[in-house]
């Protein structure tokens, strides 16, 4: 499953909003990558994040046991607009989910553990694109940005919520 937007005229923020994300991602201890993409037609880039475990032991446990979090978007240049396009990694998880329903039922567990991790992992990129380009967006139209009253986090204008808390914005 897969989370796809269009962010119109901000093609050239596709630099600058990758160098946010391998710094935040890198920041929150996930190992990054970014790739561009080698396409004739297509232009643009994939951002994956995968979450780091200090030995190669343990990494290789969390894919057994479908535990592993890694989320990619693929950003492409479409004129003046990107589209992001936020994918997941979701074999392991099938494949433990699978295995838990004949052989060991706890992988069952584990796997929709791995499942709902993967998924929170997928919405915060969405998320951390969403906001990056609307700021962007914002600071070239030359409009004020708004704040919530409660956590301080910067808001998406006209939202009737806080993305960061929840709280309902006057």
């Known amino acids: ?90 074999l392991d998880k099938a494949a433990a989910i699978g295995v838990s329903m004949v052989v060991l039922w706890p992988l069952l567990v584990t796997g929709g553990i791995g499942a709902w991790s993967e998924n929170k992992l997928l919405d915060q990129i969405s998320a951390d694109i969403s906001n990056f380009l609307a700021s962007s967006q914002k600071v070239a139209s030359g409009k004020n940005p708004v704040f919530c009253p409660a956590c301080g986090g910067e808001a998406i204008l006209g939202a009737k919520f806080c993305g960061n808390c929840g709280q309902k914005l006057s």
């Open 1 to 90: 499953m897969s989370q796809k937007q269009t962010f119109h005229d901000c093609a050239n923020q596709l630099d600058p909003l990758m160098d946010y994300l391998k710094r935040k991602y890198e920041a929150e201890k996930y190992e990054v990558q970014v790739l561009e993409i080698s396409d004739p037609i297509i232009h643009g880039k994939y951002f994956s994040a995968k979450a780091e475990s200090d030995k190669q032991w343990v990494s290789n446990l969390k894919t057994l046991t479908g535990m592993g979090v890694e989320g990619t978007a693929k950003i492409t240049i479409h004129g003046n607009d990107l589209e992001v396009e936020v994918i997941g990694k979701w």
